[in-house]
């Protein structure tokens, strides 16, 4: 695979982005000063060890928590001055979750579990569409108690697809899964990228995952430490850890 992603436009754009939590008498500083652009159709890597900001990044991108100061724009639009609606609208329009857990409903089958998202979503696939873009078209009327946690992620991966989100973000997203099961998921994740054209963030401890990648951006200490570009992504069945 080839990386071509940065000779895009810019999609988001994170400028001096401060995250500080007081807790009790202490200041945590989980964002100082992060400059961050993302570019239409990349696939991008955020590594770093726990606490050196990358979930905090992440929910600041997708809308789920606002900075301290600095500044989010998604497409010009300046997301940190916006207030709930938009965030809220944001959200539902443009872009998908994936986390470390399903966060799936267990009483709902799988068709049923994507339909959630299906049924609010402005111009979305059909779930039997999405579920069969993650393999999993022989698995419509399987509840999750019946499906594997490969199987279980994947669901969690349709749903987010379902509403075609223009960025799907993904907290951990094998962290839950053995070795082979995890890069089951990654191929997924890579197939959405490219069929899609879905820009992909994976937020992992994982170096070894790096290499699929067109960005891998390392965090330390709440900053961005390096930013490295793959001249060619690896396949998920390349990658060793």
Same mark, same amino acid.
């Given at each position: 695979?080839?990386?071509?992603?940065?000779?895009?436009?810019?999609?988001?754009?994170?400028?001096?982005?401060?995250?500080?939590?007081?807790?009790?008498?202490?200041?945590?500083?989980?964002?100082? *000063?992060?400059?961050?652009?993302?570019?239409? =159709?990349?696939? #991008?890597?955020?590594?770093?060890?726990? =606490?050196?900001?990358?979930?905090?990044?992440?929910?600041?991108?997708?809308?789920?928590? #606002?900075?301290?100061?600095?500044?989010?724009?998604?497409?010009?639009?300046?997301?940190?001055?916006? =207030?709930?609606?938009?965030?809220?609208?944001?959200?539902?329009?443009?872009?998908?979750? &994936?986390?470390?857990?399903?966060?799936?409903? !267990?009483?709902?089958?799988?068709?049923?579990?994507?339909?959630? #998202?299906?049924? &609010?979503?402005?111009?979305?696939m059909? !779930?039997?569409?999405?579920?069969?873009?993650?393999g999993?078209g022989?698995?419509?009327d399987?509840?999750?108690?019946?499906?594997?946690?490969?199987?279980? *992620?994947?669901?969690?991966?349709?749903?987010?697809?379902?509403?075609? !989100?223009?960025?799907?973000?993904?907290?951990?997203?094998?962290?839950?899964?053995?070795?082979?099961?995890?890069?089951?998921?990654?191929?997924?994740?890579?197939? #959405?990228? *490219?069929?899609?054209?879905?820009?992909?963030?994976?937020?992992?401890?994982?170096?070894?995952?790096?290499?699929?990648?067109?960005?891998?951006?390392?965090?330390?200490?709440?900053?961005?430490?390096?930013?490295?570009?793959? *001249?060619?992504?690896?396949? !998920?069945?390349?990658l060793?850890?």
């Amino acid at each position: 695979m080839t990386s071509t992603a940065t000779a895009a436009p810019a999609i988001f754009h994170g400028h001096h982005l401060v995250k500080t939590y007081q807790m009790g008498e202490v200041a945590v500083h989980a964002l100082r *000063q992060v400059d961050i652009d993302l570019y239409e =159709g990349e696939f #991008v890597v955020l590594l770093g060890p726990s =606490g050196s900001g990358k979930s905090t990044l992440l929910n600041i991108l997708g809308g789920l928590d #606002v900075p301290t100061s600095g500044e989010v724009y998604f497409r010009q639009q300046n997301l940190s001055q916006g =207030g709930d609606g938009l965030l809220t609208r944001f959200r539902r329009e443009s872009i998908g979750f &994936i986390f470390q857990f399903y966060n799936l409903i !267990p009483s709902l089958t799988a068709r049923e579990n994507v339909a959630l #998202v299906t049924d &609010i979503a402005p111009h979305p696939m059909r !779930p039997e569409e999405a579920l069969a873009l993650v393999g999993l078209g022989d698995r419509l009327d399987h509840f999750p108690s019946q499906l594997s946690g490969g199987q279980q *992620q994947r669901v969690a991966i349709a749903r987010a697809i379902a509403k075609r !989100p223009e960025v799907l973000f993904c907290d951990e997203p094998t962290g839950a899964l053995d070795y082979s099961t995890g890069k089951l998921v990654l191929e997924v994740l890579a197939r #959405v990228n *490219q069929e899609l054209g879905t820009t992909v963030v994976i937020i992992t401890h994982n170096a070894g995952i790096g290499a699929m990648g067109d960005r891998v951006i390392t965090m330390r200490d709440g900053q961005i430490h390096t930013i490295e570009h793959n *001249q060619r992504r690896a396949s !998920p069945d390349e990658l060793e850890w």
